[in-house]
């Protein structure tokens, strides 16, 4: 049977190891830096993203992460998750929190606003769908979600979403000034992957549609299998060749 690790310190974790369950995959708990060495892929769920990094830098797990995603190990984050794996995040709160990194985008913390504002939307998945089968789109649930506001070269759109102009000019001003194209910005970024790494800035676990925890599931597969199949270590692919070392990431506010 496949084996997943779900990092546990807070969230949605159980949900996401429902939702392999029913797929036929046992999903184990992570909560120490030396369970990663039993797991060869990784989900970081939603939950309180601060509360989470505290957690994380508590039970010292950051170095073990970011060494997890270096390896290039399959990882996927969701919603807070996500805002582990980008390589900035703006909107936080203050003093900022300790990032992962390795995906080469801007999140915005709290992009779609607070607990009240959280929302559901059909959103267009081309990708998911040419992989999975099934509706060409899938419910998004949000909630209190993220945004990806900038997106590296090498990262893969596989969901956006449409927003009105100003919000994406007002979200933060660390962001490059768009106003001259404010009506071509009219979109924000949900879901993207980057070699071993798959985000979403929404929370599939919570729904009984399972196809984004299938394409994790085959993505993580052919890179675990072309990692077998090479005796040379597996490249960094999740990460940009203008990031800094892991070890050096800052605290981005």
């Given at each position: 049977m496949t084996v997943v690790g779900v990092l546990a310190l807070q969230g949605s974790f159980n949900e996401h190891i429902a939702a392999l369950r029913r797929l036929g995959v046992k999903?184990?708990?992570?909560?120490k830096p030396e369970q990663l060495h039993t797991v060869t892929s990784l989900i970081?769920?939603?939950?309180?993203?601060?509360?989470?990094?505290?957690?994380?830098?508590?039970?010292?797990?950051f170095p073990s992460l970011r060494e997890?995603?270096?390896?290039?190990?399959?990882?996927?984050?969701?919603?807070?998750?996500?805002?582990?794996?980008?390589?900035?995040?703006?909107?936080?709160?203050?003093?900022?929190?300790?990032?992962?990194?390795?995906?080469?985008?801007t999140v915005h913390r709290n992009f779609f606003g607070s607990q009240i504002q959280s929302f559901e939307a059909e959103l267009s998945v081309p990708e998911l769908t040419s992989k999975e089968g099934g509706p060409e789109t899938f419910?998004?649930?949000?909630?209190?979600?993220?945004?990806?506001?900038?997106?590296?070269?090498?990262?893969?759109?596989?969901?956006?979403?449409?927003?009105?102009?100003?919000?994406?000019?007002n979200s933060d001003s660390s962001v490059e000034d768009k106003t001259e194209n404010a009506e071509e910005e009219s979109k924000v970024i949900v879901a993207v992957r980057q070699g071993n790494i798959l985000g979403t800035a929404f929370?599939?676990?919570?729904?009984?549609?399972?196809?984004?925890?299938?394409?994790?599931?085959?993505?993580?597969?052919?890179?675990?299998?072309?990692?077998?199949?090479?005796?040379?270590?597996?490249?960094?692919?999740?990460?940009?060749?203008?990031?800094?070392?892991?070890?050096?990431?800052?605290?981005?506010?």
């Amino acid at each position: 049977m496949t084996v997943v690790g779900v990092l546990a310190l807070q969230g949605s974790f159980n949900e996401h190891i429902a939702a392999l369950r029913r797929l036929g995959v046992k999903g184990v708990e992570i909560r120490k830096p030396e369970q990663l060495h039993t797991v060869t892929s990784l989900i970081i769920p939603g939950g309180e993203s601060t509360t989470m990094a505290k957690l994380a830098e508590y039970h010292n797990l950051f170095p073990s992460l970011r060494e997890f995603v270096q390896m290039g190990k399959p990882v996927w984050g969701t919603c807070a998750g996500l805002i582990f794996l980008a390589n900035k995040a703006v909107g936080q709160k203050t003093g900022g929190q300790h990032l992962v990194g390795g995906l080469d985008c801007t999140v915005h913390r709290n992009f779609f606003g607070s607990q009240i504002q959280s929302f559901e939307a059909e959103l267009s998945v081309p990708e998911l769908t040419s992989k999975e089968g099934g509706p060409e789109t899938f419910r998004g649930i949000f909630i209190r979600a993220p945004a990806i506001l900038e997106a590296g070269p090498e990262v893969q759109v596989l969901a956006d979403y449409p927003v009105s102009s100003n919000r994406l000019l007002n979200s933060d001003s660390s962001v490059e000034d768009k106003t001259e194209n404010a009506e071509e910005e009219s979109k924000v970024i949900v879901a993207v992957r980057q070699g071993n790494i798959l985000g979403t800035a929404f929370h599939p676990e919570l729904t009984s549609d399972t196809r984004w925890h299938s394409y994790f599931i085959k993505m993580s597969n052919e890179i675990i299998e072309e990692a077998s199949s090479s005796s040379l270590v597996p490249a960094q692919v999740g990460t940009s060749h203008n990031q800094p070392s892991l070890s050096d990431l800052p605290i981005y506010q």
